[in-house]
């Protein structure tokens, strides 16, 4: 024989054994858009778009409800906002967060937050007993936690809610000038109440310290950068003793996130030792969540099992889970309110008709106006999870691969990265209808809002709050501030956007309202109702 020959024929038997062992992933085979790059991949696109959404929603109406991207360096990922696909990813323990977001959890919450145990419910199928109790860590925490966020122990929010709604009014009405940007005061304001409801704290308690640093959290995350996602991209491959390492660098951005970290930890220390000596005192200690929490006795351990420091932990997560998206999604709600002065005029209309006792929750058009503003602007749009063993996806509707093939479920490996796309999906046309577009809250009044197909998310059928056993702790809290918040914002101001409104809403990490000079801010002409 040649030898060629000889080379191929002892090739055959690897040839057969990749024909025959070949994984048959799909994912080569789904159609996407072409990568402008192989650096960045389609990232620039994604994530730097002047306007959020620009790319994103015209390759979904392209290539339908799933299709394929690249990332950095050619890594390729998969974009979901297939319906049955996302309740599959959501709820199945073969997903946990992506690597880049794991980073970013790590610098934020560190180890021991809710956050950072992965939320996986079916444990059993999992080879790992490391696994399993990791699974049970997650859901006993939770299910601690879960006591102040109950829609009974939300209804005891109310006053803080009103407390903090009647102080920015104030505020407003103290502004001298009338177009007023309205992002700080909001982001004061949800930051205000968690501290309340939370760890019994008001705004002062809070320290100085700890509101500076906050504020400059807020304006870090409020920047995005090709150097931000290049950094991004290579930070996410490396191992993980090596990327704790890293994130000890003396670096500003490091050193105010290492602050938030250690201030929050402190914070929450500070006060667990404080309700364990009001509690030895014989003094109440269940005004707030930290206080139900560690209903102690005399030995310094809790009834419900969770330990001071465990507790102190969760402080940096709640603190943050809870404020700027709450906050954002409120600014972005108020901008649509000053774009359409006659839904804005229906919804005072509404609040004036309930003066006497605000039933927050019998109050259709308020409610329609949150779940539309939730649906148009979910905050967190986009949520990268990786897989942690080959799995296989439904899918509601085929898609057609390259080859011209239509498939109903999609194979994926192992170390796959899937793109939770949350607003994609809450502007599919098969779901919402053909006007998914626009803002709309009638859909919800007249019924047209999608009702059937696979239940999502734990509000109003929206992944916003994501769904599954990760879903979001604080979405009671953060519905019901967001009544009340609109309610009292509402009855006495009348919002206009200006003249020369320039602001885009841009994902910066999250989604938010940017202003021509690149910075977070969304102003309005704000005028008090006499
Ligand atoms: C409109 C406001 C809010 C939105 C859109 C929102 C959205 C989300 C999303 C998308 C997640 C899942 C993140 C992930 O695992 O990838 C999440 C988790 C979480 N949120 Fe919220 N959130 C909001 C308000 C709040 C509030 C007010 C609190 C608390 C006071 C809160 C506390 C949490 C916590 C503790 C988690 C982690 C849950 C877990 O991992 O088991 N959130 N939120
Ligand atoms: C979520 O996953 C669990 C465990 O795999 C399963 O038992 C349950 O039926 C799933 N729930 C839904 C709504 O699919
Ligand atoms: C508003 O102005 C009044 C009078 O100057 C002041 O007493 C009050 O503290 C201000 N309120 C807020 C929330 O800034």
Redesign the pocket.
């Known amino acids: 024989m040649s030898s060629p020959a000889i080379v191929a024929a002892s090739l055959l038997p690897l040839l057969l054994a990749y024909v025959v062992f070949r994984r048959p992933g799909t994912i080569r085979k789904i159609q996407g858009p072409p990568s402008p790059s192989w650096i960045f991949g389609n990232t620039l696109q994604l994530l730097l778009s002047a306007q959020y959404g620009e790319h994103e929603f015209a390759w979904q109406k392209l290539y339908g409800a799933v299709y394929r991207l690249k990332n950095c360096f050619g890594e390729e990922r998969l974009m979901v906002s297939d319906p049955a696909a996302l309740h599959y990813i959501v709820n199945s323990s073969h997903f946990e967060h992506a690597p880049t977001l794991e980073n970013l959890i790590y610098l934020l919450y560190g180890l021991k937050s809710l956050v950072s145990v992965p939320g996986t419910f079916c444990a059993h199928e999992s080879p790992y007993t490391q696994s399993l109790s990791i699974a049970e860590e997650h859901k006993s925490l939770r299910a601690a936690l879960n006591v102040g966020f109950t829609a009974a122990a939300v209804r005891g929010y109310q006053s803080i809610f009103e407390k903090a709604a009647s ?1 920015l009014t ?2 407003l ?2 502004s001298s000038s009338a177009t007023i940007d309205i992002c700080p005061l909001l982001s004061f304001a949800t930051l205000s109440t968690i501290g309340e409801a939370v760890l019994g704290q008001s705004p002062e308690d809070l320290g100085e310290e700890l509101i500076q640093n906050n504020l400059e959290i807020v304006k870090l995350a409020a920047s995005q950068s090709r150097r931000q996602i290049l950094a991004d991209a290579v930070t996410s491959r490396l191992p993980a003793w090596l990327f704790r390492a890293a994130a000890r660098l003396p670096t500003p951005t490091l050193k105010t996130i290492r602050a938030a970290k250690r201030l929050a930890y402190e914070l929450g220390d500070r006060i667990v030792q404080e309700k364990r000596a009001a509690a030895r005192d014989g003094l109440d200690t269940d005004g707030d969540l930290f206080g139900v929490l560690l209903n102690t006795d005399a030995s310094g351990t809790t009834k419900n099992g969770l330990a001071g420091d465990v507790l102190a932990a969760q402080t940096a997560l709640i603190l943050i889970a809870g404020q700027e998206t709450t906050a954002t999604t409120l600014v972005l709600a108020l901008r649509e309110l000053a774009r359409l002065p006659a839904l804005q005029a229906d919804l005072r209309s509404e609040i004036a008709a309930n003066a006497e006792s605000l039933a927050y929750d019998s109050m259709p058009l308020l409610n329609a106006f949150i779940k539309e503003s939730l649906r148009m602007f979910p905050v967190v749009p986009i949520d990268d999870r990786i897989a942690r063993q080959d799995t296989v996806i439904p899918l509601s509707e085929k898609i057609t691969l390259s080859t011209g093939e239509d498939i109903s479920e999609i194979f994926i490996e192992k170390g796959q990265i899937v793109s939770i796309a949350i607003a994609s999906f809450q502007r599919l046309k098969s779901r919402w209808g053909k006007d998914a577009h626009e803002f709309n809250p009638n859909r919800w009044l007249q019924g047209s809002a999608y009702s059937g197909g696979e239940a999502l998310g734990p509000y109003a059928n929206l992944l916003s709050f994501l769904g599954g056993p990760h879903n979001c702790l604080g979405w009671r809290f953060a519905i019901s501030e967001m009544q009340i918040f609109i309610c009292e914002l509402v009855r006495r101001f009348s919002f206009a956007l200006p003249e020369d409104d320039t602001v885009r809403i841009r994902l910066v990490n999250t989604l938010m309202p940017v202003m021509s000079n690149g910075q977070k801010g969304a102003p309005l002409i704000v005028s008090p109702i006499s």
């Open positions: 102080r104030e505020e009405h103290n």
